[in-house]
């Protein structure tokens, strides 16, 4: 969650809002400066409203700076999670096809963005909150004197204590939450065939499923509110005791004078709005330490597909046999990559022998090597049409760009194609093997 800040502009709006509410915390100065002048009309001056205004006033600019940059700091921290997955993805060629792995990886992508959303929304509305409540505490305190600090501070340790307690009652139940929400989440991808064609008996189970993992979460949402609820309503009525307290001991004492109670009629408005405030914040601890669990959980779950995945490096043996198309001789693929620059071969044997699997370890990280998979989701190729006129068209784009490549890997390059696509497709392979080395995996063969 920390990395946030790392990201171009959170700094800057961090300063920016702190500088807000420094300046807003001055006007309490400000205010009270301005009642013990007002009480001497022989050395008031006009202009002392004129500051007042000022200072008044001062909080706007660097509060508009923080709301700008904290806009571009959203923007920039949405861009990280694209970059984050891009480099997540980036080369894991065992991943190609695995569906399981890539709904995963979709639905924690989803949940990382959610929680960008939720922890940049959740800074913009507190941290000037929380400073305000700082500055103005301690602006208020020297103000008013040594002991309304003392009751305020006493106040705020009671409030400091729902950052603890409700977070330490409820932290198992929130981890529980934030995985069946994504328990939910691969639920709904990992079912989308499914639920699209409605086969029975799937189609039930998977909505049962997804149905099982929401009301899982309602529950757990549920049983840490009715916590949450009871433990704000106790701590917010401790926090009021050592303030209230005080000022009865001082109204009994007759330790209120004239200045005092001026400024304390001026200010109580803003200390009623401290502790509001303070009661916010109390909801926003807890938000908070929610929200660092999801966070938590959140990394623990894509460390696990950090872990370096190779490819299945299966001995072969005698199953995989590498056969010139033209002269139907048979050799090994040692030989092949040795002696052939060009040329057209066929990877030939049975299922599960592992020819995809050679093909991915031919591919490699050779800029040169073209890998075309059967099934190939690619956006540039944006063709509208069945599934032959898309391969095709794959093909076509190869012969057109044969030239820069030294190898050209097609698995199963002929699967869904009629007749007709098949003779078209053989011709452009034919072509191709012309001027670099082709070694394809046939679907009909």
Same mark, same amino acid.
Request: some cysteine; charged content about 20%.
């Given at each position: 969650?920390?990395?946030?800040?790392?990201?171009?502009?959170?700094?800057?709006?961090?300063?920016?809002?702190?500088?807000?509410?420094?300046?807003?915390?001055?006007?309490?100065?400000?205010?009270?400066?301005?009642?013990?002048?007002?009480?001497?009309?022989?050395?008031?001056?006009?202009?002392?409203?004129?500051?007042?205004?000022?200072?008044?006033?001062?909080?706007?600019?660097?509060?508009?700076?923080?709301?700008?940059?904290?806009?571009?700091?959203?923007?920039?921290?949405?861009?990280?999670?694209?970059?984050?997955?891009?480099?997540?993805?980036?080369?894991?060629?065992?991943?190609?096809?695995?569906?399981?792995?890539?709904?995963?990886?979709?639905?924690?992508?989803?949940?990382?963005?959610?929680?960008?959303?939720?922890?940049?929304?959740?800074?913009?509305?507190?941290?000037?909150?929380?400073?305000?409540?700082?500055?103005? =505490?301690?602006? &208020?305190?020297?103000?008013?004197?040594?002991?309304?600090? $003392?009751?305020? /501070? %006493?106040? #705020? !340790?009671?409030?400091?204590?729902?950052?603890?307690?409700?977070?330490?009652?409820?932290?198992?139940?929130?981890?529980?939450?934030?995985?069946?929400?994504?328990?939910?989440?691969?639920?709904?991808?990992?079912?989308?065939?499914?639920?699209?064609?409605?086969?029975?008996?799937?189609?039930?189970?998977?909505?049962?499923?997804?149905?099982?993992?929401?009301?899982?979460?309602?529950?757990? =949402?549920?049983? &840490?509110?009715?916590?949450?609820?009871?433990?704000?309503? $106790?701590?917010? /009525? %401790?926090? #009021? !005791?050592?303030?209230?307290?005080?000022?009865?001991?001082?109204?009994?004492?007759?330790?209120?004078?004239?200045?005092?109670?001026?400024?304390?009629?001026?200010?109580?408005?803003?200390?009623?709005?401290?502790?509001?405030?303070?009661?916010?914040?109390?909801?926003?601890?807890?938000?908070?330490?929610?929200?660092?669990?999801?966070?938590?959980?959140?990394?623990?779950?894509?460390?696990?597909?950090?872990? &370096?995945?190779?490819?299945?490096?299966?001995?072969?043996?005698?199953?995989?046999?590498?056969?010139?198309?033209?002269?139907?001789?048979?050799?090994?693929?040692?030989?092949?990559?040795?002696?052939?620059?060009?040329?057209?071969?066929?990877?030939?044997?049975?299922?599960?022998?592992?020819?995809?699997?050679?093909?991915?370890?031919?591919?490699?990280?050779?800029?040169?090597?073209?890998?075309?998979?059967?099934?190939?989701?690619?956006?540039a190729f944006d063709v509208k049409g069945s599934t032959g006129q898309l391969k095709l068209a794959e093909l076509k784009w190869l012969a057109e760009n044969r030239l820069n490549y030294s190898m050209i890997l097609l698995d199963e390059w002929d699967a869904n194609l009629d007749a007709d696509a098949t003779a078209s497709g053989d011709s452009l392979i034919q072509d191709i093997a012309k001027n670099c080395l082709v070694l394809e995996v046939r679907h009909k063969i």
């Amino acid at each position: 969650m920390l990395e946030l800040f790392k990201i171009k502009y959170g700094k800057s709006m961090l300063l920016a809002f702190t500088v807000q509410q420094v300046c807003a915390a001055a006007t309490s100065w400000a205010l009270v400066d301005f009642i013990k002048e007002a009480t001497d009309p022989q050395t008031f001056h006009v202009s002392k409203i004129l500051v007042l205004i000022v200072i008044a006033i001062s909080p706007y600019l660097p509060g508009f700076v923080g709301n700008y940059f904290y806009h571009l700091w959203t923007a920039f921290a949405r861009s990280s999670n694209v970059k984050l997955f891009t480099d997540l993805i980036d080369g894991r060629k065992a991943w190609v096809f695995n569906t399981k792995q890539r709904d995963d990886v979709f639905a924690l992508q989803r949940e990382h963005v959610g929680l960008i959303e939720e922890t940049t929304r959740f800074v913009f509305l507190n941290f000037p909150a929380m400073l305000s409540l700082v500055f103005n =505490s301690i602006a &208020i305190g020297f103000l008013l004197g040594q002991d309304i600090i $003392l009751g305020m /501070i %006493a106040g #705020f !340790i009671i409030s400091a204590c729902q950052f603890f307690l409700a977070p330490y009652l409820t932290e198992k139940m929130q981890k529980q939450k934030q995985e069946t929400q994504y328990e939910t989440e691969k639920s709904l991808l990992g079912s989308w065939q499914t639920l699209t064609l409605k086969n029975k008996p799937f189609y039930q189970s998977s909505l049962q499923n997804i149905l099982g993992h929401t009301t899982a979460t309602e529950e757990l =949402s549920n049983r &840490i509110f009715r916590i949450e609820a009871l433990a704000n309503t $106790l701590v917010l /009525i %401790a926090s #009021f !005791i050592p303030l209230t307290w005080i000022l009865f001991i001082k109204f009994n004492g007759n330790q209120l004078d004239h200045v005092f109670l001026m400024s304390l009629g001026v200010l109580l408005p803003r200390i009623l709005q401290i502790f509001n405030m303070s009661s916010n914040l109390i909801l926003a601890g807890q938000a908070l330490q929610a929200l660092r669990i999801k966070w938590l959980s959140f990394e623990e779950r894509l460390s696990k597909h950090y872990k &370096i995945e190779r490819l299945d490096d299966r001995s072969t043996g005698n199953l995989i046999s590498i056969i010139d198309t033209t002269t139907k001789a048979s050799s090994s693929i040692e030989d092949v990559l040795a002696s052939k620059t060009q040329g057209r071969f066929l990877v030939s044997g049975p299922n599960g022998s592992g020819k995809s699997t050679l093909c991915l370890n031919l591919k490699g990280d050779k800029e040169h090597v073209f890998y075309l998979p059967a099934k190939y989701e690619n956006p540039a190729f944006d063709v509208k049409g069945s599934t032959g006129q898309l391969k095709l068209a794959e093909l076509k784009w190869l012969a057109e760009n044969r030239l820069n490549y030294s190898m050209i890997l097609l698995d199963e390059w002929d699967a869904n194609l009629d007749a007709d696509a098949t003779a078209s497709g053989d011709s452009l392979i034919q072509d191709i093997a012309k001027n670099c080395l082709v070694l394809e995996v046939r679907h009909k063969i």
